[in-house]
């Protein structure tokens, strides 16, 4: 500081490091600082900005180094001060010279270590307790479509994130408070008929219950202005949006909301019996037929199957996946004869209103235990698989999987 040098070079001069990445390590949020004159963090900016133009301010000769590869040591985005400098300085200093180069080095092949684990009986015994006791859940079994080794890491080492404090509404927040809201304005009507009247005197109460249920998501007032006021608009738009649809579609019984069901399923295995569970976001009976709906804030992705061989195909395949197993168990713990149709709300495009699964040629949406024999055959080789010794968890061959994966340092797959 306060130094100056006629030569200069500075590395890491990437977006994230220089300026650094904001952090939030205060529990008073960004609005209330602003407001109260506590620094920010583009106070924090300010001063990174300027010991790097006092420290290039008398220099001649300057080489500013960033690095492009997107990795785990930053985004690839050079710094802000480099394109300020690039865009601002050439029409203040005539004598500036700027050359850019890009170097790159014939990379060392680190070779990737293969990771694999052995099923020893004390992970089988693990797995068994696992299987009795918490049970398998479509997401959990999605996972292991996803790759074997994450299933292990996650559901069996149960190696979380840390938890990170939102200054505004993260992704899986937003969804939470959406399902909550749809719950409150329907809790009334269950084991009831909810007729077009019931539905139209929801629209004065769609506000107060997102507020309400926004308080109690994330136990701060935090939604008056910014972001999170936005986004609570954003939800009440959807929420109106859904109600529209299930105006066109009442009168209807509405049977359950956020129904945790069960069943045990035997395999050659487990002749015991596995534990199957989920949650079904809602289930109504729409003309005597049985609905179960989910609401799916997340990426549209088609809830058709050929058949039900297709399930293994993982990420592409997960709602598909999903509605098929909340089919199966929903009709597992009904009379022999039971139908059910199983569709998803997707938030980012309900002008195609509720999405059905649907299965083979013909499209077939009613399902009864019967024409899910087959998906009950691919679970129990699934749940067989899981469970058999000789095969390991092993990591996924699509490199692609491991892009957003949480575990990719530990798998050398970064
Ligand atoms: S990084 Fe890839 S291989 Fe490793 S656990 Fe994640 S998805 Fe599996």
Redesign the pocket.
């Known amino acids: 500081r306060g130094l100056d040098f006629k030569k200069l070079v500075i590395l890491s001069v990437n977006e994230g490091i220089l300026p650094s990445k904001p952090s939030v390590n205060s529990f008073i949020p960004y609005n209330l600082r602003k407001a109260f004159k506590l620094p920010t963090q583009e106070d924090k900016d300010a001063i990174y900005a300027y010991h790097f133009y006092r420290l290039i301010q008398r220099a001649s000769d300057i080489t500013l180094i960033y690095n492009t590869e997107n990795d785990s040591f930053g985004s690839g985005e050079k710094s802000r001060f480099i394109s300020q400098l690039e865009t601002e300085l050439p029409a203040r200093n005539p004598d500036l010279q700027l050359i850019q180069e890009t170097l790159t080095f014939p990379s060392a092949k680190v070779p990737l270590i293969p ?1 694999a684990v052995p099923k020893t009986q004390e992970l089988l015994d693990k797995l068994q307790l696992f299987a009795t006791e918490k049970g398998f859940a479509p997401s959990t079994l999605s996972t292991y479509l ?2 074997s ?2 299933f292990y ?1 996650k559901h069996i080492l149960r190696l979380y994130e840390k938890d990170e404090p939102e200054e505004t509404m993260e992704d899986n927040t937003f969804g939470t408070v959406l399902h909550g809201v749809m719950e409150k304005l329907y809790e009334p009507f269950v084991g009831k008929m909810v007729q077009v009247s019931d539905i139209e005197a929801m629209d004065a109460q769609v506000k107060p219950i997102v507020e309400e249920v926004f308080r109690a998501v994330t136990r701060t007032e935090n939604f008056r202005f910014g972001k999170n006021h936005l986004l609570l608009g954003v939800i009440r738009n959807l929420v109106k949006l859904v109600l529209d649809l299930d105006r066109a579609d009442a009168p209807f019984a509405m049977q359950g909301l956020e129904m945790e069901i069960e069943t045990q399923l035997k395999t050659l295995r487990q002749p015991a019996g596995v534990k199957l569970r989920g949650y079904l976001d809602r289930v109504d009976l729409v003309d005597g037929l049985a609905r179960i709906i989910d609401y799916k804030t997340g990426k549209e992705r088609r809830v058709e199957l050929k058949d039900f061989a297709e399930i293994r195909d993982g990420t592409e395949k997960r709602e598909a996946f999903q509605l098929s197993f909340y089919s199966y168990l929903y009709l597992r713990n009904q009379e022999k004869d039971a139908e059910v149709r199983t569709g998803i709300y997707f938030m980012r495009n309900l002008s195609k209103g509720l999405q059905f699964l649907t299965i083979g040629p013909t499209k077939a949406n009613e399902l009864d235990l019967r024409s899910l024999e087959d998906f009950e055959a691919e679970l129990v080789m699934l749940l067989d698989e899981i469970f058999d010794k000789e095969t390991p968890f092993s ?2 061959e699509e490199a692609d ?2 892009r957003f ?1 949480s ?2 340092v530990i ?1 050398t ?1 970064s």
Do not use: H
């Open positions: 990771v996803n790759c080794l994450q890491l990591q996924t999987r491991c994966c575990y990719k798998c797959r």
